[in-house]
């Protein structure tokens, strides 16, 4: 980036839209191995973060999701705090191995009653349940069944995967009728089957990771097929990978010409980039400059594997929580300038990063977007006065809502909105250091302290983004 204090002013781009539209989605989300615990009871299987978290130095503090928040044992109080919030929708994602230990065969109906008890609770709250088939957690004994070069690299995975997503659809789509396949590719694929920081740890050389990925693209089209015939309400589907959004340096048509492109580019020989995995699912076939770069790397595909993967989806959800700037003329990402606000990730906060995530990706696929995920770590902790004050996470969520406004009153198609996250929970390789959460959880307790925001974003959604 230059000089410019940021990319440019709020005031210099923002509209004057008070309020969103009166059919959208305010929710939050989590996901099952961050929150669930009992993570050896119920019948549930072992996951490959289970494994992962045994072994030593894969997780900050040697912590673990065994017991995360307690969701399975205190589901009810926590959807209480969702009724308080007022949130109208709760994304969360449910664990493979709960509900199948060994990830195929053998059905757990105590895991498959805490998810139908769950969705119960949350429909007698009014609240909508939008169900996340895979966030993260594969089945440990799926992963053992190919050595060390297992999970999504084994293409058993894509069979295995629709027959796990036909069981949770005819137990809870009478009652559940908005659905998510995957969640995040980018992610689990590049951290665990890449460099090896997450689970299940594997560093596979690039046209494995490119095979992995095509695996885990036609299991996410079998699932919705999967979805659209055996659904017992009409569904509405979609999917989560991640935004990698890249934001102009300046409102100069040039920037912004390079910021779309930057965003819509295959920049590295690497699965970090938003159209290797958006543009098979929403065109019906890989980007030419993702082809190319990779070159030999790319794995053997057909026109019937296309077909599959490009079955038709209802929205694209994007988890965005910062951008990188970009100028026309001066490749590569700006700098950052000193004294940038940053979260406790260290991420730079983009406050225009959703506006531009979701304008440059509905201009390419020209289809509803959902943000699925949008948050950020805190340094939170109860103060003395009993409560839990956040003021930097409600600014940062105020700024980014107002881009996001912004998007809705240029006439782009935004159906909802999902905090990331109701609870603070387990981050992964960062175990318990990074609070993300609405809600302050006291892990060696599990008491829960509604924060500032989680006020806050009540207010919000009561006046519908006032």
Same mark, same amino acid.
């Given at each position: ?9 709020s005031?210099?781009?923002?509209s004057?839209?008070?309020r ?8 939050v989300g989590?996901?099952?191995y ?12 072992? @996951?490959? /973060?289970? !494994?992962?978290?045994?072994q030593?130095?894969?997780? =900050?503090? +040697?912590?673990?999701? $065994? #017991? ?5 044992n205190?589901f009810?109080?926590d ?9 109208g929708?709760?994304?969360f994602s449910i664990?493979w ?19 139908e ?6 429909l007698l ?15 440990q ?5 190919s050595?060390?070069?297992g999970?999504?690299l084994?293409?058993k ?11 949770i659809?005819?137990?809870?789509s009478?009652?559940? @009728?908005h /659905?998510? !396949?995957?969640?995040?590719?980018q992610?689990?694929? =590049?951290? +665990?089957?890449?460099? $090896? #920081?997450?689970?299940?740890g594997?560093k ?16 996410h ?6 979805i659209?015939?055996?659904a ?17 340096a300046?409102p100069?048509?040039?920037d ?7 965003t819509?580019?295959?920049p ?13 699912v929403?065109?019906?076939h ?8 990779f ?7 057909t ?22 700037h970009?100028?026309a ?9 000193p ?10 906060v ?7 995530g ?17 948050g ?6 109860v103060?003395t ?11 940062y ?7 996001l406004?912004?998007?809705i ?17 387990f981050?992964?390789a ?9 809600i ?5 307790t599990?008491?829960?302290t ?17």
């Amino acid at each position: 980036m230059t000089d410019s204090k940021q990319a440019y002013p709020s005031s210099a781009i923002m509209s004057p839209t008070t309020r969103f539209p009166d059919d959208f989605n305010w929710g939050v989300g989590t996901s099952a191995y961050q929150i669930e615990g009992s993570a050896s009871t119920g019948g549930r299987g072992p @996951s490959v /973060w289970d !494994t992962f978290c045994q072994q030593e130095g894969t997780v =900050s503090n +040697g912590d673990h999701g $065994g #017991t995360a928040c307690d969701h399975v044992n205190r589901f009810r109080e926590d959807v209480a705090l969702l009724k308080q919030i007022g949130v109208g929708a709760y994304r969360f994602s449910i664990s493979w191995s709960r509900v199948m230990p060994t990830g195929e065969g053998l059905v757990n109906e105590p895991g498959l009653a805490f998810y139908e008890q769950l969705v119960d609770e949350l429909l007698l709250a009014g609240i909508t349940p939008w169900v996340t088939l895979f966030h993260w957690d594969y089945p440990q004994a799926l992963f053992e069944q190919s050595g060390e070069k297992g999970g999504w690299l084994n293409p058993k995975t894509v069979d295995w995967f629709a027959v796990y997503t036909r069981v949770i659809i005819e137990r809870l789509s009478d009652r559940v @009728s908005h /659905w998510i !396949t995957l969640n995040e590719p980018q992610c689990f694929l =590049s951290y +665990g089957h890449g460099d $090896g #920081t997450n689970a299940p740890g594997l560093k596979l050389p690039l046209a494995e990771q490119l095979t992995a990925a095509h695996h885990a693209l036609l299991a996410h089209g079998r699932a919705v097929q999967v979805i659209r015939e055996r659904a017992k309400t009409p569904p509405t589907i979609g999917w989560a990978p991640v935004g990698v959004v890249k934001a102009p340096a300046s409102p100069a048509q040039p920037d912004i010409e390079a910021a779309q492109k930057a965003t819509m580019d295959v920049p590295t020989k690497s699965l970090w980039n938003n159209t290797w995995f958006n543009d098979p699912v929403f065109l019906g076939h890989y980007p030419k400059p993702g082809l190319r770069r990779f070159g030999k790397d790319v794995p053997e595909f057909t026109a019937a594997d296309m077909e599959i993967i490009a079955q038709p989806v209802d929205f694209l959800g994007l988890n965005i929580y910062t951008a990188q700037h970009v100028k026309a003329g001066d490749p590569g990402d700006q700098p950052t300038p000193p004294g940038t606000p940053r979260t406790a990730f260290d991420w730079p906060v983009v406050e225009d990063s959703l506006y531009w995530g979701v304008r440059f990706h509905a201009q390419r696929y020209q289809v509803p977007i959902v943000i699925t995920e949008n948050g950020m770590a805190n340094v939170d902790w109860v103060h003395t006065d009993g409560h839990v004050h956040d003021p930097q996470r409600i600014d940062y969520t105020r700024r980014h809502l107002k881009f996001l406004a912004k998007a809705i009153d240029e006439g782009f198609d935004v159906r909802g909105y999902f905090h990331w996250s109701l609870l603070d929970n387990f981050e992964w390789a960062f175990g318990y250091d990074k609070r993300f959460g609405l809600i302050h959880v006291d892990f060696e307790t599990q008491q829960r302290t509604p924060k500032d925001s989680a006020r806050w974003y009540a207010e919000v959604i009561g006046n519908n983004g006032f």
